[in-house]
């Protein structure tokens, strides 16, 4: 299993964000892994142990939104952080059109 997961709610219906592109890349832009969000807005992204040190994750949010015909402040929103270790990341993403929360999940 990658050692990286992410789940999308979109808090505007209280649903899963079915079919947002995401992107984890190093803080230089490498791409590491790329994939899109299931039925349940999870996915799993990235080889079993991910590299120390800065990454970021992205969701293609304006794309989300527009298919939904939804306008939207954010085309995309980028999490950055910090790999100090080999352990499993969780990065859930709390969505509507002009905000957005995240933390680090289990």
């Keep these: 299993m990658p050692h990286l997961t992410t789940h999308v709610l979109d808090a505007t219906s209280g649903t899963p964000a079915t079919g947002i592109g995401l992107t984890l890349r190093t803080a230089a832009g490498d791409v590491i892994a790329s994939g899109t969000t299931d039925a349940d807005g999870r996915a799993a992204l990235g080889p079993d142990v991910l590299p120390r040190g800065d990454l970021e994750l992205r969701f ?31 990065v859930p993403l709390l969505l509507s059109p002009f905000a957005y929360s995240t933390y680090r999940g289990s």
């Design 60 to 90: 293609a949010t304006g794309a989300f939104f527009a298919a939904a015909g939804v306008p939207t402040f954010h085309p995309s929103v980028t999490v950055a952080f910090t790999v100090t270790g080999t352990e499993h990341l969780h």
